[in-house]
């Protein structure tokens, strides 16, 4: 029996008079992909970011490896939509002030070697010194999700990763979030495009108006939100 | 504590090197400035000894309007692609954060200062006729008055919609004192009428106070929705 790493407990999350989390619980096993589908407003952004710990529940609780989700912090990576990297400088500028904040500092040798060994993961040149700036949107996701597993995280939350990204960009992160998979993460992705994880997702958990409203290990077309695949 | 300073110094460190790649808050900064002198200049036409009486005034009240556009600055660079989150989901501590915008901030302002000082001295004939050296701790402790509440309160009205006025409504009220303080000390020493030395004590004591106010709150407002 696999352990859950997430454990969700009737999380409920209120912007004002909105609710956009109506009694939310579930749990999610280690070392699994879970992709979070469903329509604009379900819910699933604000999910990601109360796992992340970027939104605190109006009420209930998340667990996240027996911890709260602040104090889990250095077990979780987090892709948002938008990139979290400073335009102005370069991937390796961004992901090494990135290590520093969390201690991967040593004589800054192996600060320097951690971000080339992780922006070669995902696929770029470490020499690259163009400004993040400049550079098209499938390199900006890329390096995202760099800055994500910078610190080697158990549990990847990832927002909309494809979105903006042409098909073989997109099919190559499938691979590379593949891999991460097969290497024992827990990983979350939030999406629009469900036909591409098929395969690669061990289930696909579906929200509407703020529920989870199933939990599949494939994609069914008859559940709701099917038509935006 | 190791890793508050080195948290610290590398934000520090990042700030600086975003800043001279864009120069956004110097540029901006100088530009008022110069502005505010050379307004003033033509405006006023005063004597030496009436100078010594309104430069204070004129100098600080230059320099608060132009920290108010590099304190945002601090934080609108941080909501571009939306930075902060990335700090929110790290382990690394809010205050390392909120003093390195601090001192980013100190630095900025004392840039300014050091560069427009000469042009207001020049400006308004301007000759301290009481210990000149004294306007050297006025200058760092009524700098640091500004930026510490000023970044602290930036950082409070970035979610605002209109953040741009609000951090003046915000921080001028608060600031009144160091402002008394810093406008009273300097005319203390230009015109050597009275001793700065009590203008001293206030503004250390107002920087200690507001200092570990913004340190114990920072946390929250950063972590805020």
């Known amino acids: ?72 912090c250095c077990e979780v990576g987090y892709m948002a939509h938008p990139s979290l990297l400073y335009d102005e400088m370069s991937g390796m500028e961004n992901l090494r002030y990135f290590a520093q904040l969390y201690g991967i500092v040593g004589d800054g040798q192996r600060n320097s070697d951690r971000c080339a060994q992780v922006v070669r993961s995902v696929g770029l040149d470490p020499e690259l010194t163009r400004p993040v700036g400049q550079y098209s949107q499938g390199m900006l996701q890329r390096m ?50 469900a036909a591409l994880l098929q395969g690669v997702a061990n289930e696909f958990v579906w929200m509407q108006a703020g529920q989870i409203v199933s939990r599949t290990p494939d994609l069914a077309a008859d559940l709701p939100g099917a038509g935006m695949r | 504590m190791n890793s508050l300073w080195s948290i610290t110094l590398a934000t520090l460190a990042k700030d600086i090197r975003l800043e001279w790649r864009s120069k956004d808050a110097l540029n901006s900064m100088l530009f008022f ?51 902060l989150d990335a700090y929110r989901v790290s382990p690394a501590p809010a205050n390392a954060l909120f003093l390195a915008k601090t001192l980013g901030n100190f630095i900025f302002v004392s840039v300014l200062e050091t560069l427009m000082t000469p042009l207001f001295i020049v400006f308004y004939n301007l000759r301290a006729l009481g210990p000149a050296w004294q306007l050297i701790p006025i200058a760092l402790l009524g700098t640091w008055a500004l930026v510490v509440n000023g970044t602290f309160f930036a950082a409070m009205s970035i979610r605002t919609r209109s953040r741009e006025i609000m951090l003046p409504l915000l ?50 407002v950063l972590q805020a929705e």
């Not at chain 1, 609780?61 to 104090?71: K, V, Y």
């Not at chain 1, 549990?155 to 997109?170: K, Q, R």
């Not at chain 2, 000894?49 to 132009?66: D, K, M, P, Q, T």
């Open chain 2, 33 to 83: 400035s110069l502005l505010v002198v050379v307004i003033f200049s033509f405006s006023f036409d005063p004597l030496a000894e009436e100078s010594r009486h309104i430069a204070g005034g004129l100098i600080w009240v230059a320099f608060l309007f132009a920290a108010v556009v590099a304190l945002n600055q601090t934080w609108a660079r941080e909501l571009r692609n939306q930075v």
């Open chain 1, 1 to 72: 029996m696999s352990t859950p790493a997430i454990t969700v407990t009737n999380v409920i999350k209120q912007f004002g008079r909105f609710a956009a989390l109506r009694g939310v619980t579930a749990e999610f096993t280690s070392g699994k992909f879970y992709a979070i589908l469903g329509d604009n407003g379900a819910g699933k952004t604000t999910l990601l970011r109360a796992l992340a710990g970027l939104a605190h529940p109006t009420q209930g609780t998340i667990s996240i490896l027996g911890m709260s989700p602040q104090d889990a």
């Open chain 2, 171 to 220: 921080l001028f009220p608060i600031s009144i004192p160091a402002v008394i303080a810093m406008v009273a000390g300097t005319t203390s020493i230009l015109t050597g009428e009275d001793s700065a030395h009590f203008y001293i004590v206030l503004l250390l004591t107002y920087d200690v106070v507001f200092t570990t106010a913004c340190l114990a709150l920072f946390e929250t």
């Open chain 1, 144 to 193: 995202s999700l760099a800055r994500a597993i910078l610190h080697d995280p158990k549990i990847l939350l990832l927002d909309e990763p494809f979105s903006n990204v042409d098909i073989h960009s997109a099919s190559e992160m499938v691979g590379l979030l593949r891999g991460m998979r097969d290497s024992g993460r827990t990983i979350f992705v939030v999406t629009h495009q």
